[in-house]
């Protein structure tokens, strides 16, 4: 989350935040997007600006799922 906040451009942060990709992967064909991933979107959709949160909701969410988070 650090990277994410002082690290990226504004502009890569917002495609990030809003699932497009971070810089690695910006433009390449996805495939399939991760549940993680449309997890965090979802979540930061709904918590805005509370990082803190985000990341204590996406803990959660790995230790309710297990090895499907990662999958």
Not at 13 to 42: D, I, N, S, W
Request: net charge negative; hydrophobic share 35%.
């Amino acid at each position: 989350m650090d990277y994410v906040q002082q690290e990226m451009a504004p502009d890569e942060c917002h495609r990030f935040q809003h699932g497009k990709g971070c810089p690695a992967c910006y433009g390449k064909t996805v495939e399939r997007r991760p549940l993680r991933a449309e997890l965090a979107a979802a979540l930061g959709d709904m918590l805005g600006d509370d990082l803190d949160g985000l990341a204590a909701e996406m803990e959660d969410a790995e230790s309710m799922l297990g090895q499907e988070f990662w999958s």
